[in-house]
């Protein structure tokens, strides 16, 4: 059964950072093009990256680019965001997906707040 488990939100303060991890069951992320979306409150999901199969190429979206950064470890299975210089505008729930067919996490909530 193919299953994504998102944590590592929380509560940070403008600046801060957080990292977040994506659990996969069922299947071989490293076989995959993954991504991280997010969703913020009253709006549409929006993507905010991805990571390539094969040669673990990676894109982000120009508004978290040079502060978020995508990878997995193919070992755990498991993918990451590191997100750093967090704003109030990045707060919204984060999943990683998989793209080829929708299939998402539960999502983990990330505030960021003074």
């Known amino acids: 059964q193919v299953q994504l488990v998102e944590s590592g939100g929380g509560l940070v303060q403008p600046g801060g950072s957080l990292r977040l991890s994506c659990v996969a069951s069922?299947?071989?992320?490293?076989?995959?093009?993954m991504s991280w979306v997010r969703q913020a409150p009253g709006k549409g999901i929006e993507w905010v990256s991805n990571?390539?199969?094969?040669?673990?190429?990676?894109h982000y979206a120009d508004s978290v680019k040079g502060r978020f950064t995508i990878s997995r470890d193919n070992a755990k299975n498991t993918l990451y965001l590191q997100m750093n210089d967090l704003k109030p505008d990045d707060t919204a729930v984060y999943y990683c997906?998989?793209?080829?067919?929708?299939?998402r996490g539960q999502g983990t909530q990330v505030t960021v707040s003074s």
């Open positions: 997906q998989r793209p080829i067919d929708g299939i």
């Open positions: 069922g299947f071989a992320i490293n076989m995959y093009l």
């Open positions: 990571i390539y199969s094969g040669l673990d190429t990676t």
